[in-house]
């Protein structure tokens, strides 16, 4: 029964979805010992951990934690470890949580494991880790304690207990150094559109759209169901869409509820993106197409007669 | 000897001087800047070349590709040959007028011959008119008329003063030549004889020197003008290729001998073009046959053959001054030419052209403009980065994955599952055939199909043949037609050393641009191997009872692939499948005159802007009546396939190789029925 | 300014993953290789901030001899020159990672200065640690940055934006910094073939660092075996839009 210590991330009063994932991870490896979690600032999420497994949940308060600072979050999260006499320190597999961990593990000189799917205690402590993006696992010992891990998103649920946790504010301390990397400005977002990660519907095109012009009907799909509009690697590439609306290994990962892939071949790059949406349905010419064996659903057919006759028929059956 | 010919005489060798002096002048530029043109290897084949001056030029045979321009041009060819000499006699006649050439200026058949070949190309002269003004056909759209228009009205006024000479010296009775032989000379001498012979006399020497004078005005006019074409011709289409004409030619990067900045990598300004580039481009009659032909031109985009090569040579005119004051010497200015594309080419045009060769093939005077296409490509591709962006998806997957989709290597075999085929590992005995899959049929659903059907008939017939798997890489060809000269050559050097190691002497392949590589392109890299096509190793097969297909009466049309049917010449063999499975219903745009699936120049990766080819040729292919279109290549089979399906036509693509392994299985279901021998 | 961009050669993995006998590589004998997405964008970005500003770009990487031909595509892109930590081949954890890096930038900053920027791809293509450039920091004592989607040089300083929900954060940190960034920061340059032809003659420096005990010590691969889908075919071609919208009613999307 080791220590557990989880960092859980939060924004504006919401602890996020992954943090929770690793809450649940957390309370699996504490087996039955104390769950503690770390929360940065944002009290109004802070309450809520219990329910998630939290046995006791420590709130850093600090002047200098108005905007993010990951070496500061870093630091609090090692001193609060070595407090805590933590003997397994989980984070989310998020940008965000990856950098924090690193950091921490970085400071403490220990090895970190990132994006873990699965944790064996033992001496040492073995975790089974993505690389590629999911299409491949390792198995890894960990040769150093306390073990520094995040887990990877949407692989393990988290758990709800109906608890309750009490939360301990503190102030950590903090030196120039730990704030030498913040953000000191904050661009809004241009508005409207669903973002591509939190969509619970996502429309993609690939290769097979052809050109900027012909995301039209893809767009058209889109906007009828709410959806985002995504696309593959080939696409950014060509300079049809931006960055912003990759999916893949190396754009963004997203877990809809429905995914529906036009003209997408299904390289492993892009479906290490979209590996975590419940259903998918494939659009394609090829009825081979390496997509075919991971969609649930499939038309074949060219993408530019299919898109819009689906469009045609959504709007006749909404009476539109 | 005339009292004035002190005066005429002095008179006339001045005007030659000047007017042959300015001629002179022009085609010393021309001859400097061709000179200056980068290597192009054209020497050997000395028989082939000779045919070909003889049939091409003399015989004129390309021009009767369509045949009244045939006529109307074979009349002024000839006639300007058999005139030629008319013309030291009218030089001699300006000066004195007694004066001819010896002995052939008094031969009867002579003069007979002038007469009829300059009534020839008066009516070649009249036909011309007829087509350009009366019918104004599509083709000389882009061409440069008026000049067109000047050539033939000095055609028909050379031609017409020289009558008009003949006939006043038969009618003041100093002509040379016995007039009895010459009826319209003749003829005109009897309309001008009630004249009084004083102002006859001066009329005779008054028209024999305006014939000069313009005999001398369009000397000078050919250099400047397409006309040119008249001397160059006999060059340009002597230096054709006579290796494969699916070849192109390979830069060299890495000889020693050549400094980097020296390094030719394509087209870039008019300083990289080759001597035999400046020669097309010289050529060119502005004809449009190309432009007509073009499969592009004829689904409306921008591309017209005729316009790329005009435009070029405009730019060659218009900067050669400067390029050649640049050459003259390490302390002159230095060369700054504009860059081809944009400015004599635009950018899209440069990636419309799929690489069929139509235009190459009805050129009748030997341009050779896919040579100058891909080496624009080179340059934008190799130097600038500039080309369409979808490209660089595919040429950056050849060079990580070996194959133009970016699929894994391993996969290559998964088209063969349950065929039980012969992988070849290395250190394997070599088998008698090597079947050269190719990308398409490993990696598309439909394309394979052909493959597997090729497949199943060599093994049926016993044929000892293996595949290499994992082990093959692309052939290069996407990249090469693309201009990525460099990524084909990795690829290239590859193959031939998988192909080397394992000891390869014979090569089938289902793939035209497979073949056409492997067989005309490999060489230069040091492979050497005898390779078929599959259709015609099957129709050996068929012919030699190996294998017994079941004679079928529906319709099937045959779409004849450029790679095949034009670049390389295969036309017979799939026929004899046809014709052995089905009822063949031959398409007009067939054999050397097919037109294209629209796959090739590497357009199987690159968005088509405008009207669909393949669509086109589904049109065609569908007008026939037949049920299914017969293909004898992995790329034709998906762009027909998909120009059926966007037509909505209810025809059945499939390639020569099912329609043959479903007639063998028909012929094994009837067990009594054997076709004959 | 002078600008190191460290990058990985992994194996261009295209489809299904084969791994050697032993489960502890992936099978690279019909495989090429490539450096990540990721990557990619650092070296276009050293590039771009060098054409930009002056100064010198230069690539590293530790890895396997042929691990060369990636440093060769760095240096057709415009990189001036390249070192090259060889391995055997063998796996080399974070830790050991950085602290060959940190001596190879300490030899390289001994002989001709500090450099102002070192740039990572956020993750290696393969292993995706995530955690190489802070690691370089906390040793070099210079800020680093994570998942950079865009950056500008300033006077001793560098701007870093990162993507979040409500729009783009921005750090600003003093050079010299690290910084980690995220394909689609820029769009790669396609590479010329006189830049690979003068690539070639570009100096690689090599030196072979001894690799240390692994504390994150990777035991074996396992290519996870997903279940077998049978796609449901709704249909071919627009006819099978009313089966679509069928699906899409009873999945509760409309």
């Given amino acids: 029964m080791a220590t557990t210590l989880v960092l859980v991330t939060t924004s504006a009063g919401v602890a996020d979805e992954v943090a929770l994932q690793a809450l649940a991870l957390g309370r699996r490896l504490a087996a039955g010992g104390p769950v503690h979690a770390l929360v940065i600032a944002d009290e109004a999420a802070a309450t809520g951990l219990g329910a998630w497994g939290a046995t006791e949940v420590h709130l850093a308060r600090h002047a200098e934690l108005g905007s993010p600072a990951p070496d500061a979050v870093a630091r609090i999260l090692h001193d609060l470890a070595l407090r805590l006499e933590a003997g397994i320190v989980v984070g989310p597999g998020t940008e965000a949580g990856n950098t924090i961990l690193a950091r921490a593990a970085a400071r403490a000189n220990l090895p970190f494991a990132a994006n873990c799917v699965d944790v064996t205690i033992g001496d040492p402590l073995t975790v089974t880790r993505l690389r590629w993006g999911g299409s491949l696992l390792e198995e890894a010992a960990i040769h150093a304690g306390p073990a520094m891990l995040t887990v990877a998103p949407h692989v393990i649920a988290a758990t709800p207990t ?20 913040r953000v000191v400005d904050r661009i809004a977002a241009a508005a409207g559109g669903v973002t591509l990660a939190e969509a619970k519907v996502v429309v993609s095109g690939g290769r097979g759209v052809g050109s900027a012009d012909g995301f039209g009907p893809i767009e058209e799909l889109a ?12 696409v950014t590439i060509s300079g049809w869409r931006s960055h912003t609306a990759q999916v893949g290994q190396t754009g963004t990962k997203i877990a809809p509820n429905l995914y529906i892939a036009c003209g997408i071949s299904g390289a492993t790059q892009h479906m290490a993106g979209a590996k975590g949406a419940k259903k998918l349905l494939a659009v394609n010419k090829d009825a081979e197409a390496p997509i075919m064996s991971a969609a649930d659903y499939a038309v074949i057919g060219d993408l530019h007669q299919v898109v819009p006759a689906i ?10 | 000897m005339d009292a004035g010919a002190i005066v005429t005489v002095p008179l006339f060798i001045l005007v030659l001087y000047v007017f042959l002096g300015a001629f002179l002048l022009r085609a010393a530029y021309l001859v400097r800047l061709v000179r200056a043109g980068r290597a192009s290897n054209r ?3 000395l028989p082939v070349r000779t045919a070909r001056e003889v049939v091409g030029v003399l015989g004129q045979s390309k021009l009767f590709l369509r045949p009244i321009p045939g006529v109307m041009h074979l009349l002024l060819f000839w006639g300007f040959l058999v005139l030629l000499p008319t013309i030291a006699m009218s ?20 003069v007979l011959m002038v007469d009829l070949f300059a009534v020839g190309v008066l009516v070649g002269v009249a036909i011309a008119f007829t087509i350009r003004l009366g019918l104004r056909p599509v083709r000389f759209v882009g061409s440069y008329l008026q000049v067109a228009y000047n050539i033939l009205l000095f055609e028909a006024s050379i031609t017409i003063t020289l009558f008009l000479w003949h006939g006043s010296q038969v009618a003041l009775g100093i002509n040379e030549f016995p007039p009895e032989w010459a009826p319209v000379s003749n003829a005109v001498a009897g309309l001008l004889s009630s ?3 004083p102002a006859l006399e001066g009329f005779e020497r008054g028209v024999v020197w305006v014939h000069a004078l313009l005999i001398l005005a369009f000397l000078v006019y050919i250099p400047y003008t397409k006309h040119l074409h008249t001397l160059v011709v006999w060059f340009n289409v002597f230096f054709e290729r006579t290796r494969a004409r699916g070849r192109l030619e390979p830069l060299v990067f890495d000889d020693p001998a050549v400094p980097e900045d020296q390094i030719r990598f394509g087209l870039a300004t008019i300083a990289d073009m080759t001597w035999k580039q400046m020669v097309d481009d010289m050529t060119c009659t502005e004809c449009g046959r190309c432009q007509d032909a073009c499969p592009a031109f004829f689904t409306g985009k921008n591309l017209s053959p005729k316009l790329v090569v005009m435009g070029l040579r405009d730019q060659l005119y218009r900067e050669g001054h400067a390029m050649l004051a640049a050459a003259a010497g390490p302390a002159g200015p230095i060369f700054q030419g504009q860059p081809l594309v944009p400015t004599a080419v635009a950018d899209d045009t440069v990636w419309d052209c799929v690489t069929c060769g139509a235009c190459v093939r009805e050129c009748p005077v030997g341009i050779e403009h896919i040579d100058h296409i891909v080496d624009l490509r080179r340059n934008l591709v190799m130097v600038d980065s500039r080309f369409p962006a979808e490209g660089a998806t595919m040429l950056r997957d050849l060079e990580r994955t070996s194959n133009p989709w970016g699929r894994s290597q391993t996969e290559r075999t998964d088209w063969a599952a349950g065929l039980d085929l012969r992988v070849l590992e290395p250190g394997d005995p070599a088998p008698d055939v090597l079947f050269w899959v190719g990308c398409a049929p490993a990696f598309d659903e439909r394309a394979r199909i052909g493959a597997i059907s090729t497949a199943r008939l060599l093994k049926e017939a016993g044929v000892d043949f293996a595949i290499l798997g994992p082990r093959e890489s692309c052939t290069g060809d996407p990249a090469r037609r693309m201009g990525d000269e460099y990524t084909f050559q990795s690829l290239a050097r590859q193959n031939v050393e998988t192909l080397g190691e394992s000891k390869i002497t014979k090569i089938v392949t289902t793939c035209p641009h497979c073949f056409n590589t492997i067989a005309n392109e490999y060489p230069d890299f040091g492979g050497h191997y005898e390779v078929v096509h599959h259709t015609q190793l099957l129709a050996e097969l068929v012919r030699d009872g190996r294998l017994a297909p079941a004679a079928g009466t529906d319709g099937v049309t045959y779409h004849d692939s450029c790679y095949l049917a034009r670049h390389n010449d295969v036309r017979a063999e799939p026929r004899e499948l046809v014709a052995a499975v089905g009822r063949p219903i031959e398409m007009a745009r067939r054999e050397e005159r097919t037109f294209c699936c629209g796959a090739g120049g590497a357009h199987m990766w690159l968005e088509e802007r405008g009207g669909q080819i393949n669509e086109e040729r589904a049109r065609e292919a569908t007008a026939t009546g037949a049920g299914t279109l017969a293909v004898a290549c992995p790329f034709c089979t998906v762009m027909l396939d998909d120009g059926v399906q966007g037509i909505g036509s209810g025809l059945v693509v499939k390639d020569v190789a099912t329609l043959l392994v479903e007639a063998v299985d028909r012929g094994r279901a009837l067990p009594e029925v054997r076709p004959d021998p | 300014m002078k600008v190191l961009v460290c990058i990985k050669s992994v194996p261009a993995v295209a489809g299904r993953i084969t791994l050697t006998a032993d489960a502890r590589a ?10 990540g997405p990721h990557e990619e964008c650092a070296v276009e970005q050293a590039v771009r901030i060098v054409e930009a500003g002056g100064g ?6 530790l890895g396997p001899a042929q691990a060369l031909e990636q440093l060769r595509d760095a240096l057709a892109l415009g990189i001036a020159r390249a070192i090259h930590l060889v391995t055997e081949g063998e796996e080399w954890d974070p830790e050991s990672t950085t602290a060959a890096i940190v001596d190879a930038i300490r030899a390289d900053e001994a002989a001709s200065g500090p450099f102002d920027l070192i740039l990572l791809g956020n993750e290696a293509g393969d292993s995706a640690d995530y955690q190489v450039a802070v690691r370089l920091g906390r040793a070099l004592g210079r800020p680093a940055v994570t998942a950079i989607k865009g950056m500008t040089i300033g006077e001793g300083t560098v701007r870093c934006e990162q993507e979040v929900d409500a729009g783009r954060d921005v750090y600003e940190l003093r050079l010299p910094a690290i910084a980690a960034v995220l394909e689609g920061i820029n769009l790669p340059r396609f590479p010329s073939v006189p830049g690979r032809l003068r690539a070639k003659n570009k100096p690689v420096e090599v030196s072979q660092p001894a690799r240390p005990a692994q504390r994150l010590e990777m035991l074996r691969l396992v290519v996870p075996q997903l279940p077998a889908k049978q796609a449901e075919v709704l249909g071919r071609g627009p006819e099978a839009a009313p089966a679509v919208v069928a699906v899409l009613q009873e999945l509760g999307v409309i």
């Fill in chain 2, 91 to 110: 030089f001699l006649g300006a000066m004195n007028r007694h004066w001819t050439i010896p002995w052939l200026g008094e031969q009867g058949w002579f």
């Fill in chain 3, 56 to 61: 010198e770009a230069v690539v590293l990487t």
């Fill in chain 1, 311 to 320: 469009s045609a028929e959504i709007r006749r059956v909404r009476g539109a």
């Fill in chain 1, 162 to 181: 109906g608890g309750v946790a009490a939360v301990a504010p503190f102030t950590p301390e903090l030196d120039e150094a730990d704030l030498a990397v």
């Fill in chain 1, 223 to 234: 906007a009828l169901l709410g959806a985002a509009v995504g696309c593959s690697r080939a």
């Fill in chain 2, 43 to 45: 020497t050997g084949d």
């Fill in chain 3, 26 to 35: 992936i099978d690279t004998r019909h495989l090429g290789f490539a450096i």
């Fill in chain 2, 195 to 197: 004249a009084p012979v």
